[in-house]
C-alpha cells in the first residue's frame, strides 16, 4: 500500500518553446519563450532552492546577444512582493557566463502541492526547454493531464523512472513514505517561519492521520540530522 502512495517518480520532459505564450506559466516554469529566443542556452549547474516562493540557483547562459541581461529572463513586473537578485560568478567569454540568480515571488505563483517537484536537470538549448520533476505517480499523471488535456501543450517524455538516491546521500538513507513526507512538507511551506501550512492541514494533503505524519517526520528528521552529526 505504501509502496504506491510514496514511491516518487521522476520525469525528464522536453518542450518545444515556440509554443508557449510570452508570460511565464506555473504549469511550465521557465522564462518567455520571446526571451529564450535572445539566449542560445540555459542550464542550472546547481540547485540552492527551488520552492513555491524562491527560485536559487547557480547557472550557465550562452548568449546570442552580448548586450542582452540575464535580468531580462526573469521579469517581475506586476508581481507585487517578488525579487530579483543577480551575480556574475564567472566570465568564460562575452557571450558565455555563470551566474548566481535568486528569485522570490509572493504566494499563489509558484507550484502547488498537487503539482511534481522541480529538478534537475533543467535546461534549454536547440529552441526546446528540457525540465525534470519528482512527484508521486498521481502527480505525475495529474500534471501530465493538465498540459496536454487543459492547456494543450505539446511535450515528449524523455523518461520516466523511479527516483533512484545514492546511498551516500542524506535521502538514500530514509524510506520512501519519508522522503515523500519531507518533499511535501519542504514544498508546501511547513519549515517557514512561519509555517505556511499546519501538521493536520499537511496530514490531509498526504491522506494521513496527525500522528503517522509526525512520526514520519521526526523519523526521517532524526535519520538526516544523524547523517549530518555523525562527525562531530
Known amino acids: ?38 539566449i542560445k542556452s540555459f542550464e542550472i549547474l546547481r540547485a540552492i532552492r527551488l520552492s513555491p516562493g524562491e527560485f536559487s540557483v547557480v547557472a ?23 525579487k530579483l537578485e543577480t551575480e ?5 567569454s562575452d557571450t558565455a557566463l555563470i551566474y548566481f540568480i535568486r528569485a522570490t515571488v509572493p504566494p499563489g505563483h509558484g507550484q502547488t502541492g ?14 526546446k526547454l528540457r525540465v525534470s520533476f519528482l512527484g508521486s505517480s498521481s502527480q505525475i499523471r495529474r500534471y501530465l493531464k493538465i ?3 487543459e492547456r494543450g501543450i505539446r511535450y515528449r517524455i524523455a523518461s520516466l523512472t523511479d527516483a533512484r538516491f545514492p546511498q551516500d546521500s542524506p535521502l538514500g538513507r530514509l524510506t520512501d513514505k519519508q522522503r515523500r513526507v ?7 511551506g511547513y519549515y517557514e517561519v512561519p509555517r505556511k501550512i499546519t501538521s493536520a492541514e499537511l496530514a490531509g494533503k ?9 512520526a514520519h517526520i521526526r523519523k526521517a528528521e532524526r535519520t538526516l540530522l544523524k547523517e549530518m552529526l555523525s562527525d562531530l
Open 88 to 92: 556574475l560568478l564567472e566570465k568564460e
Open 182 to 188: 519531507l518533499f511535501t512538507a519542504y514544498r508546501l
Open 60 to 82: 550557465r547562459v550562452e548568449l546570442n546577444d552580448p548586450g542582452f541581461h540575464v535580468e531580462e529572463l526573469f521579469p517581475t513586473e506586476g508581481l507585487e512582493g517578488s
Open 1 to 38: 500500500m505504501y509502496g504506491g502512495l510514496f514511491a516518487l517518480r521522476r520525469l525528464v520532459i522536453e518542450f518545444w518553446i515556440e509554443q508557449f505564450e510570452t508570460r511565464r506559466s506555473q504549469v511550465v516554469p521557465g522564462p518567455p519563450s520571446d526571451l529564450l529566443t535572445k
Open 114 to 127: 498537487l503539482m511534481p517537484y522541480l529538478a534537475m536537470p533543467f535546461e534549454y538549448r536547440d529552441k
Open 206 to 214: 498526504l491522506n494521513l492521520v496527525k500522528s503517522t505524519l509526525s
Open 147 to 149: 498540459l496536454s488535456k
